[in-house]
């Protein structure tokens, strides 16, 4: 079982639609952070909440940050194809002492 | 923002040898490197964390004899992939922290190491 569960596994929409990926636990994280990482490519940091109940806003990406700071949701609103790729979630727990990601949400926007 | 490469950005080796990846941060000092490990349709799984000047830190399961890790300095951490094996073959990526930082973490673009 991983420390952060991502859902779904993979997504695959229409151009224009809207998506929402999820990143649950069992554990209290001090922040969660979502990237983007590209075939043969590293992982490029989105956004880091921080704070429960936030929401952060990046273009038409919007993300959320639990009340308990369990959990985390990533929506993108009007998918484009360039946002083809997989998402990863990523956290310190509370008691933890490395960065820990996420199984990962692959999303295919098809033109 | 902080920019960390890789270098070779892939590699094929023969099964036996061994395979040294650099891990370089090239506009900050980072005091801490990590290793992550990531096979195909799969997320990032951490290996190790070294610090300058120190021995690395591995994870559950990772061979220290096997994965070889040096912090030589603030700016550079090598993998070396020792008597490689195709099981082996993976994406080997790492990041740099300025101070150990868990959460700020700046990852560089990865190695492709394919083990023949």
Redesign the interface.
């Known amino acids: 079982t991983q420390l952060l569960e991502q859902s779904p596994q993979f997504l695959s929409i229409q151009e224009g639609e809207n998506l929402t990926v999820y990143c649950n636990s069992s554990s209290v994280f001090s922040s969660l952070q979502w990237y983007r990482q590209e075939p043969g490519e590293g992982p490029v940091l989105l956004v880091t909440v921080v704070t429960g109940g936030e929401v952060k806003k990046l273009k038409r990406l919007t993300f959320q940050f639990g009340d308990a700071r369990k959990d985390s949701s990533l929506h993108i609103t009007a998918a484009q194809p360039g946002d083809t790729g997989l998402y990863l979630c990523a956290g310190v727990a509370a008691a933890g002492n490395k960065l820990t990601f996420g199984g990962g949400t692959r999303v295919l926007v098809k033109p | 923002g902080a920019v960390?490469s890789?270098h070779p950005s892939r590699v094929i080796c023969k099964s036996g040898t061994s395979v040294k990846i650099e891990c370089r941060s090239l506009d900050f000092q980072a005091t801490t490197m990590?290793w992550y490990r990531q096979f195909p349709?799969?997320?990032?799984?951490?290996m190790a964390?070294s610090n300058e000047g120190s021995k690395a830190t591995y994870?559950q399961g990772v061979e220290k004899d096997k994965f070889l890790i040096n912090h030589a300095s603030l700016t550079l951490s090598t993998l070396t992939v020792t008597s490689a094996h195709p099981e082996d073959s993976s994406?080997y990526?790492c990041?740099a922290s300025y101070r150990g930082n868990?959460?700020t973490?700046y990852?560089?673009?990865?190695t492709?190491l394919l083990v023949l």
């Open positions: 960390v890789q990590f349709k799969q997320s990032l799984m951490l964390t994870e994406f990526i990041s868990l959460e973490q990852f560089g673009p990865g492709r």
